[in-house]
C-alpha cells in the first residue's frame, strides 16, 4: 500500500464544510439583496392609457401616469419602497432656457400629486436636471456653446422648489454643477421644504453607457459632449472629493453612476462616508444584459440578481434599476 493509499489527508480547515447545504450557505452569506433596496426608474409621458416602448431599450416603456401607478402599485405591495422618475418632453416644449423645467403643472409636479394622492406610502424621488428641456440637450444654460455653471444652478434650485411643492420625497440633482447641493438645500430650508431630502448624484460619470436612456428621453446632444461636467471614468479620487463636497453641503444620500462598472468607487466611498450610498445600475449596463439573452448568451435573470448583489456588496444601500422587475422574481423564487 503506497504512502497515498494509507494516509488520510490532514486539512483542519476546511471551508467547503461551510458550503455544504443551502441552510448553511444562507446562514453565513454575508451580501443580502431585498425589494427595499430597489429603485425602479419610470419613464413620464403626457396622456393617459399610454404606453410606448422604448427603442434599443429591450422591456422599457414610457408610461402615461395611470399606468405609472399601476405599475408602482404592483412593485409596491412586493417590497419595492421608492421609485424615480424622468419626465418625455414634448419637442415642442425645448428650449434653450429649459423654461419647461420650472412650470408647476408640467408633467413631473403633475404625475408626482397625482401619486401622492394615490399611492402616499411609496417614496417618490424626481430628477433635477435641464437636458430633458433644453433644446440642444446639454444639462445646463449654454452660452457660446459653453455649459454656464451658476446661472444652471439657480434655474435647478427653482426647479427643485417645483418638485418640493408637489410633494416629492427627494430631489436627485444629476447635473453635475459646482455647488449645486448647498444652493439648493438653503433654497428648500428657507421655502419651507426642510423635510424635502437631497439625493445627489455625487460621482456622475461621462459615461458610454447612458445611450438607451437618451432614447427614452428623446434628448439629443446637438453639439460637444458632456465631458466638462460629468466625471472622467479614469477618476476616483476626484469623485470622492465630489461626494465629500456633497455631503458638507447638505446631501441626504450620495450616489455613484453608473454602478457595475464603478464598483471599486462605491467601495472607497463606502469607507469615506456614513451616509446612505444609492448606485444607479444605468440603462447601458441593462440593454447589454437584455441583448445576450436574446441572443442565448446567458440567463439575464441570473446575471441581474448577481450583478446588483455586487453593487450591494460593493457598498450601496440603494440601487437604482431597470432590472428591478427581474429581480424581484428572483427573489421570490430564492424563498
Known sequence: MNFLEKNTLQIPIRLRRNRRLPSI???IKETH???????????????????QAVKNFPGIYRLSKDLLLKKAEEIHS????AIALFPVIEPSLKTESAHEALNPKGIIPETVRYLKKHLPSVCIITDIALDPFTSHGHDGI???EEVLNDETIKILAKMSLVHAEAG????????????????????LDISGFTNTGILSYSAKYASSLYNPFRF??????????KKTYQMDPANQKEALLEAELDEKEGADILMVKPASLYLDVISKLREKTNKPIAAYHVSGEYAMVEAA????YLDKTK????????????????????ATETVLQALKSSH
Not at 427595499?36 to 399610454?50: A, R, S, Y
Not at 416629492?168 to 444652493?183: C, E, K, L, Q, T
Not at 427614452?216 to 459632449?225: C, E, I, V
Not at 446575471?303 to 431597470?322: C, P
Open 25 to 27: 450557505r444562507n446562514l
Open 33 to 51: 439583496l431585498t425589494p427595499q433596496d430597489l429603485i425602479l426608474p419610470f419613464f413620464v409621458i403626457e396622456g393617459e392609457k399610454t404606453s
Open 78 to 81: 412586493q417590497g419595492v419602497q
Open 142 to 144: 449654454v452660452k457660446e
Open 168 to 187: 416629492a420625497d427627494f430631489i436627485a440633482p444629476s447635473d453635475m454643477m459646482d455647488g449645486r447641493i448647498g444652493y439648493i438645500r438653503k433654497a
Open 216 to 225: 427614452a428621453l428623446n434628448s439629443n446632444l446637438q453639439f460637444g459632449n
Open 293 to 296: 439573452h436574446q441572443l442565448g
Open 303 to 322: 446575471v441581474f440578481y448577481e450583478t446588483l448583489l455586487s453593487i450591494k456588496r460593493a457598498g450601496a444601500d440603494m440601487i437604482f434599476s431597470y
